[in-house]
């Protein structure tokens, strides 16, 4: 029987999520990767374990988390059943829709028909009366953006999530979504995207000033770019890598074109003393706006190293202007 660490809290910083009573780890754990099928149950639970031991009481999911879709939640549900039972109210559980679910027109995108039928199915896989977060995965060019929030605001007045949240937005797509969710006094709290030292698309597309602005938290997935910003490709792909077990997302080539650049923010971090995981995660953290950093981790020694990013958060302006000479 699973008994988490007595002294979890005592181990994580928890930041509020904008101008929201919820407060966050300020390090979550996302389980995009390695909770599906092709995944081991026994490691599953061992990060999970780690995690909460370590006060991370924030677990990410979406439907399609897999492969297969939606094996996440049902990999999930399993081990929330059978270790943590006694926690629910010290977890923060999130989901989402917007990518493809399943086949025909009512099984992706932004349509009140989809994502209150795909929070169903979520609850279902996981065993949950509720998610604390429910997220409109992607942004929908073609449905009202009327109908997609209206949603949101059913799922929240049907009791089914406790907070909304918007993810891969952009600044004046969010403004206008927080007008409507307002109006329809919904708890909207958090945006979800993606920014790493590699990827600054929420600088530039306005949704971190925007966010900012309207205080709105921010919680950051990919900041280690899937696994770039670590120590793991210096020397080759290993065999236990994302490249190796699920290529899908992450490729060789990529890694290649900024080998050198990782070499170089390696070396910057060593003269700071972190690793360079700690090292790409203090710098998602270092600006008073971002919430948490969303990692995924393949084993829980991984979960351990990224927590000690909150040791040391701030920067100097040189490490900063060095960061970006390099990264840009
Ligand atoms: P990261 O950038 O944190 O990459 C995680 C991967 O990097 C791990 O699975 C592991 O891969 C490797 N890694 C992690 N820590 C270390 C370490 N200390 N040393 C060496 N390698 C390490 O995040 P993800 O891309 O996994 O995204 C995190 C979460 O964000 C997802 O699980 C999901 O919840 C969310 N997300 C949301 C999206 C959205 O559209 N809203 C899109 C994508 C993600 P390896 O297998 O190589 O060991």
Not at 40 to 55: K, L, P, Q
Not at 71 to 78: T, Y
Not at 85 to 114: F, Q, V
Not at 126 to 144: G, S
């Amino acid at each position: 029987m699973y008994n988490p660490d007595e002294e979890r809290y005592n181990k994580m910083l928890y930041k509020r999520c904008g101008n929201s009573g919820l407060k966050l780890p300020m390090v979550s754990l996302g389980l995009w990767h390695n909770f599906g099928d092709t995944g081991n149950y026994e490691n599953m639970e061992n990060m999970c374990f780690t995690a909460f031991d370590n006060g991370i009481t924030h677990f990410d999911l979406a439907n399609n988390y897999g492969p297969a879709p939606g094996s996440a939640e049902i990999n999930f549900g399993k081990i929330l059943k059978e270790n943590f039972s006694a926690y629910r109210d010290e977890l923060i559980i999130s989901t989402k829709a917007g990518y493809t679910m399943w086949p025909g027109p009512y099984g992706d995108w932004g349509s009140r028909k989809y994502l209150i039928a795909s929070l169903d199915q979520s609850l279902q896989r996981m065993k949950l009366d509720y998610v604390d977060i429910f997220y409109h995965h992607r942004m929908d060019p073609e449905t009202p953006l009327e109908e997609t929030m209206g949603a949101l605001a059913q799922i929240v007045h049907s009791g089914k999530a406790l907070y909304v949240g918007l993810s891969n937005y952009d600044g004046p797509t969010l403004e206008k979504a927080t007008t409507i969710l307002s109006d329809l006094r919904v708890p909207f709290i958090i945006n979800q995207n993606r920014y790493s030292i590699f990827d600054r698309t929420i600088e530039k597309n306005g949704l971190n000033q925007k966010a900012t602005e309207l205080k709105k938290g921010i919680i950051c997935f990919s900041p280690l770019a899937q696994g770039m910003l670590t120590d793991k490709y210096l020397e080759g792909i290993p065999e236990d890598s994302r490249i190796r077990t699920d290529g899908r997302f992450l490729k060789e080539t990529t890694v290649n074109e900024k080998l050198d650049k990782v070499v170089a923010l390696n070396k910057l971090a060593k003269k700071r003393g972190q690793t360079l995981a700690e090292m790409a995660l203090a710098w998602v953290l270092k600006d008073d706006n971002i919430t948490s950093v969303l990692i995924g981790a393949s084993k829980p020694s991984q979960i351990l190293e990224n927590i000690k990013a909150l040791e040391n958060t701030s920067f100097t302006e040189e490490e900063l202007i060095q960061i970006d000479n390099i990264s840009l």
